[in-house]
């Protein structure tokens, strides 16, 4: 009889002790469940930004809340369009429409990665303070890529899982998440959050009535029949394209980009004056003073332009030339081993790994098998000798290469000179049909380069601004043919397009500010410094209560377990 009551009391022990490991274990998760959603909702984030604009600090200290002045430029500007479109549609019997902001990856990826959830994070508050006008939307674009079919401004460009799509209607804005980010000139690193502007020139785009202007520029010659291609992707990059003769029109007042495409005569300088008085190169220089953009196309072909190429001289770049039997050539540049012809004469381009100019083609190099991008008939860029070059250590804790770029500080100006693209290590320079020059490998001949120019715009009294222009040169005019930018086979309109988003400047009101990011790393007595409303004891005590709990509960029962067996 007792050893049956000792077997049923030990089988309701076993069971107790079963039912109180399954409980701890469900309770485990469901708190690992809790934490996350909590996470997600921005309940438990700890941010020490301070709302300088109202002079309060903000109650939900998340990961950088958006400013009020960015809150209100929607909400004043975007909102209202968007009421405007869906009353037309009403009267016309259809159905209201939002602005939508597409991340082509699972919420839970774009949550988990370091940079894209700063960017999730500023969509999701613009849909919770506007959650009838505004709607965040995930697409994983490897198991449905058909979805993002329509946002490809061509059948060859692609759209990445770091992209972030702005939709309205039938206009649309596609970003790299480098875009949202400013990173150091001596680093490949972000230091700064920078996606307010950028946010609010997207929303403002697909919202407003009128496209920034892109001008192709016609009266030195430039090819027109063998940039259609090019033009169309222009535009379906949001860009209204237009033509520009800039030794008699001035250069309209939305123009955000000037084009070039494999000019044959020199551009107006000095006192060779334009019909209207003023310089082309006079005028091109004020263009690029208002933080703007220039691209020019060249190639082993372009004759000599000796007033543009003084002009792109103080921008770093400079045309390679040789001479062979007394005759002065442009570099051809050839490579027998990474080639897409016969004769070598269309080399595979090798990417820039770091850097400023590296950045433009992150999202390309950032797939297991980034595009192959050809550079038929190119000639090769050369920096500037006014430029000197600064080195960039690598830095193993941060992971980044070493790399090299070109810095000009001259009168007030600083402009950097980067790298976008490089011919291989087996590349050579012809001038005259014969070997000229062998590239050497960390100095390889450049195809394709980028220079910035850096102020500081003083946007009020108290606050200022940096900005930059761009001049980007590609060493081939068949980069961008008709031939290449329609064929799937190469990278080309990519590179066109992270081009066209890197540069595109579509103006945001100036009192948007970019936000250094904070330092992470657990100062007890900096973070109080630093704002946050907890104190060393506090924080202390809290630490020690979240770590003794479990220790406390799981002892407690260890003793209880333990006087019950003890006394049965």
């Known amino acids: 009889m007792r050893n049956n009551e000792y077997r049923s009391g030990h089988l309701g022990r076993r069971t107790l002790f079963t039912l109180i490991t399954i409980l701890v274990i469900l309770g485990t998760i469901l708190l690992n469940l809790l934490v996350s959603v909590l996470g997600q909702e921005n309940i438990w984030q700890i941010d020490s930004t301070v709302n300088r604009y109202t002079n309060e600090r903000f109650k939900n200290l998340t990961l950088y809340t958006p400013t009020a002045p960015f809150m209100k430029l929607i909400g004043d500007s975007a909102i209202p369009m968007v009421d405007q479109v869906n009353e037309e549609r009403a009267q ?17 990826i774009v949550w988990n990665s370091d940079r894209m959830r700063y960017v999730l994070y500023t969509a999701l508050q613009l849909e919770k ?31 990445y899982s770091s992209n972030v799509i702005f939709e309205f209607g039938t206009e649309y804005r596609v970003y790299s998440m480098n875009n949202f980010f400013v990173n150091n000139e001596t ?23 009128e496209s920034p202007v892109a001008c192709f520029l016609t009266n030195h010659g430039e090819n ?7 033009r169309q992707l222009v535009r379906k990059s949001g860009f209204v394209v237009q033509d520009l003769d800039l030794s008699k029109d001035p250069i309209p007042e939305n123009c955000r980009m000037l084009i070039c495409y494999d000019p044959q005569t020199d551009f107006y300088a000095f006192g060779n004056l334009s019909e209207d008085g003023i310089s082309e190169i006079d005028k091109l220089d004020k263009y690029l003073d208002g933080c703007f953009s220039f691209m020019l196309f060249v190639d082993d072909q372009t ?3 000796p007033n543009l190429e003084e002009y792109l001289e103080e921008w770093g770049v400079t045309i390679a030339r040789g001479s062979s039997d007394g005759v002065e050539d442009n570099y051809t540049i050839k490579d027998t081993v990474s080639k897409l012809d016969k004769d070598g004469y269309s080399p595979l381009a090798t990417y820039a790994t770091a850097g400023l100019g590296a950045s433009i083609t992150a999202d390309m190099r950032n797939v297991s098998y980034p595009a192959k991008v050809v550079f038929p008939n190119a000639t090769a860029i050369v920096k500037a000798q006014a430029y000197k070059y600064t080195y960039v250590a690598a830095d193993e804790t941060e992971g980044t290469e070493a790399y090299r770029f070109g810095a000009y500080y001259r009168n007030g100006v600083t402009r950097y000179f980067n790298d976008v693209f490089l011919a291989s290590d087996n590349a050579v320079a012809e001038v005259n049909g014969e070997q000229y020059e062998v590239t050497t490998t960390g100095n390889n001949f450049k195809l394709m380069t980028v220079t910035t120019e850096e102020r500081v715009v003083q946007e009020t009294n108290y606050f200022s601004q940096q900005d930059r222009s761009f001049l980007c040169v590609f060493g081939s005019t068949e ?12 990278g080309n309109a990519d590179v ?14 100036a009192e948007l500010d970019i936000i250094a990011f904070k330092n992470y790393e657990m100062d007890l007595e900096a973070a109080a410094a630093g704002g946050l409303t907890v104190t060393r004891g506090v924080l202390i005590a809290t630490v020690v209560l979240y770590a003794a709990i479990p220790a406390i509960v799981f002892f407690g029962l260890g003793i209880y377990v333990t006087v019950r067996r003890k006394y049965r």
């Open 129 to 159: 303070e506007y959650k009838n006008h505004i709607k965040v939307d995930f697409i994983n674009i490897n198991k449905n890529p058909s979805a993002v079919q329509k946002y490809k401004a061509t059948s060859a460009t692609r759209i």
């Open 92 to 108: 016309r019997g259809e159905d209201p429409i939002t602005i939508n902001i597409i991340f082509c990856a699972e919420r839970d």
């Open 303 to 305: 004759p000599e332009l």
């Open 224 to 230: 027109t029949t063998d940039c259609t291609e090019l």
């Open 496 to 509: 066109l397009m992270a081009s066209l988003r890197a540069m595109g400047r579509e103006v945001a009101p």
């Open 479 to 490: 980069f961008a043919s008709n031939e290449v930018l329609s064929s799937d086979a190469y």
């Open 187 to 209: 680093s490949s690193e972000p230091w700064a959050y920078n996606a307010e502007k950028h946010f609010a020139n997207a929303i403002l785009a697909v919202t407003r009535a």
